[in-house]
């Protein structure tokens, strides 16, 4: 009996030594469960780090193109706006007409000379005629300002 004790003894101390080295092996695997759960969690990352990069990319391109045509546009405007001030602004139109009336002038008298203008006589009174009624309206609108500030 003492025999089949120590046997007994003997199949129990190989078997805690198997079962040692078993969970031994299974941490082992479950270390490279681990790993692996990891290193494929690292390639899907930098896969979905290299789409980002490329909408990024993308992005950065959409955004430098929208930058040279924001540009583009905000010098046409401005060139518009100068443009448009010298016709538009009163102060502004005044000076540079009178600044450059002889050049104008000028210009003007070229002009009829190469086209071999001539002003006819019905012309001449139908300028004149509107040039009165224009003054005519002037005055108007100033008596009626006044009488107005008056009252």
Same mark, same amino acid.
């Given at each position: 009996?003492?025999?089949?004790?120590?046997?007994?003894?003997?199949?129990?101390?190989?078997?805690?030594?198997?079962?040692?080295? &078993?969970?031994?092996?299974?941490?082992? &695997?479950?270390?490279?469960?681990?790993?692996?759960?990891?290193? =494929?969690?690292?390639?899907?990352?930098?896969?979905?780090?290299?789409?980002?990069?490329?909408? /990024?990319?993308?992005?950065?391109?959409?955004?430098?193109? &929208?930058?040279?045509?924001?540009? #583009? =546009? #905000?010098?046409? &405007?401005?060139?518009?706006?100068?443009?448009?001030?010298?016709?538009?602004?009163?102060? #502004?139109?005044?000076?540079?007409?009178?600044?450059?009336?002889?050049? /104008?002038?000028?210009?003007?008298?070229?002009?009829?000379?190469?086209?071999?203008?001539?002003? #006819?006589?019905?012309?001449?009174?139908?300028?004149?005629?509107?040039?009165?009624?224009?003054?005519?309206?002037?005055?108007?609108?100033?008596?009626?300002?006044?009488?107005?500030?008056? /009252?």
């Amino acid at each position: 009996m003492e025999e089949k004790i120590k046997e007994l003894e003997d199949k129990n101390k190989e078997l805690q030594d198997k079962n040692k080295e &078993l969970q031994d092996k299974n941490n082992e &695997l479950q270390e490279a469960i681990t790993r692996l759960n990891k290193s =494929i969690y690292v390639t899907v990352m930098e896969d979905k780090i290299q789409e980002l990069q490329e909408v /990024i990319k993308e992005s950065h391109k959409e955004i430098s193109s &929208l930058k040279a045509e924001n540009e #583009s =546009i #905000s010098e046409t &405007l401005n060139e518009t706006k100068v443009h448009l001030k010298r016709y538009t602004a009163p102060a #502004s139109s005044k000076k540079y007409y009178q600044e450059n009336k002889e050049k /104008i002038i000028n210009r003007v008298k070229k002009y009829q000379e190469r086209t071999n203008y001539k002003q #006819s006589k019905e012309q001449a009174k139908e300028y004149y005629k509107n040039t009165c009624l224009r003054r005519k309206e002037k005055l108007e609108e100033t008596l009626e300002k006044e009488e107005k500030d008056d /009252i």
